[in-house]
């Protein structure tokens, strides 16, 4: 113990504590100025997207030989937490990035990632196509149908609720190729937006992440090549699933990034905001809030960033399967998020209310991080599936 000087227990190392001084400064002065008009008029965040693309921080995941920076998972939640921090519909460019690439990088063959990756390295984004109407949490109940025509493939059917829908350039599909063989009959596909048979429907109305579209997508008779599909027929599903052991901990990021962006926000108001002829700071009852809030939000962290350090080990600690804790993680900070903003909101009494601050527009982006990658009751269902074997 203590033989290795580099090493500093429980401290980021400083490679990743520069990484996040440079995204955060890439996201106050580049992205936070927009987010509240991103917000306002529901529209998509392009200001971010170009920031990201310039820096690299768009898909900071992807491999160098495909034109990347070969970030680890590490570094791609903490670059999410901080666009987070300031903006959750700028934060989804990345972090959609890598849940559209993820199966691809885990299960492709080696030409589609040739074919794929530089383009989302280059700053073309990349979607994940799993949901449908009627097959949310219970994804194999899908009912889009890939059928074997020649050397291609031909897709029939929808998907929904797909982030930035209509944005992206390169869609991970899962359809069903033998009706007959439950989750082991579907299979998973690279198509491209310019795909003949491809559309993208209408956007849903929604309560937060409004700057980020999320649309439906329709596939009629849609053609791609027998090279698209990822990996072997029938391995769709567990690629889907794998794909989120990996992508969970980057929702738990966004949610932590909103959190400490709510708390910081509230820190800085409660020292100003003047009641009874003192800063409200000085009452008891703010500090245990603050207190609370913060304790969450540390607790929240560590499990994000153990949950994304375990998917560079291939597997959690304690040999429990990497889909536990990257369930865990995302629950957890999600509903940390939750509390923390609805305390922010709080602090900032009426003012917190209004528009005028950006506290309830966390609030309402802080929503979804406990209803998308897996509902929290679904996280929390992964988990007892594996504590029980
Ligand atoms: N990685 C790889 N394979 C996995 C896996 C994982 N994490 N978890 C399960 N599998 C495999 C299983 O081993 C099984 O394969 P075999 O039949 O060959 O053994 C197959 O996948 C089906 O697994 P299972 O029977 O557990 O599937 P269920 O239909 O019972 O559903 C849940 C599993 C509920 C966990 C899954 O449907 C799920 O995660 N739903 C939520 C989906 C979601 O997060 N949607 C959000 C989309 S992104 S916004």
Redesign the pocket.
């Known amino acids: 113990m203590g033989a290795n000087p580099d090493f500093e227990p429980f401290r980021l190392p400083e490679e990743y504590q520069d990484l996040r001084s440079a995204i955060r400064g890439l996201a106050e002065q580049e992205i936070a100025p927009h987010a509240k008009d991103v917000d306002e008029n529901s529209r998509f965040p392009e200001e971010a997207l170009a920031a990201l693309n310039e820096s690299g921080f768009n898909a900071i995941h992807i491999p160098e030989e495909y034109g990347g920076q070969g970030g680890d998972s590490l570094a791609a939640v903490i670059v999410i937490e901080e666009v987070a921090r300031v903006c959750g519909s700028s934060s989804l460019i990345p972090a959609v990035n890598k849940?559209g690439t993820m199966g691809l990088i885990l299960s492709g063959s080696e030409e589609l990632k040739q074919e794929v990756l530089p383009d989302i390295a280059g700053g073309k984004m990349a979607s994940?196509a799993?949901?449908e109407r009627e097959a949310?949490?219970?994804?194999?109940?899908m009912k889009t149908r890939a059928r074997k025509d020649g050397d291609d493939w031909v897709i029939n059917g929808s998907k929904c609720?797909i982030?930035n829908g209509g944005k992206s350039e390169w869609y991970t599909v899962m359809a069903v190729t033998d009706p007959d063989a439950?989750?082991?009959g579907i299979s998973a596909f690279m198509v491209n937006a310019n795909d003949e048979g491809f559309r993208v429907g209408g956007l849903e109305h929604k309560l937060g992440i409004k700057g980020s579209p999320t649309a439906e997508l329709y596939f009629e008779d849609c053609r791609v090549p027998a090279s698209r599909m990822i990996g072997e027929e029938g391995t769709g599903?567990?690629?889907?699933?794998?794909t989120?052991?990996h992508t969970?901990p980057t929702i738990g990021a966004q949610a932590l990034g909103l959190a400490q962006g709510a708390y910081d926000n509230a820190v800085a108001y409660v020292k100003e905001r003047r009641q009874f002829g003192k800063a409200i700071a000085e009452f008891q009852n703010t500090q245990f809030m603050l207190a609370d809030m913060r304790m969450k939000i540390e607790a929240a962290r560590l499990m994000v960033y153990t949950a994304a350090s375990n998917a560079e080990r291939g597997s959690a600690d304690r040999g429990e399967?990497?889909?536990l804790m990257a369930a865990a993680s995302k629950a957890y900070a999600s509903d940390v998020a939750m509390s923390v903003t609805v305390d922010a909101v709080q602090l900032l009494g009426g003012y917190g209310f209004t528009r005028d601050f950006p506290l309830e527009r966390m609030m309402r982006d802080a929503k979804i991080t406990q209803i998308?990658?897996?509902?929290n009751q679904?996280c929390r269902?992964?988990m007892g599936?594996q504590i029980l074997g």
């Open positions: 849940l994940y799993l949901s949310g949490s219970d994804a194999a109940a609720w982030t439950g989750a082991r599903f567990k690629t889907a699933l794998a989120l052991d969970r399967k990497l889909g998308y990658e897996g509902t679904i269902l992964v599936r």
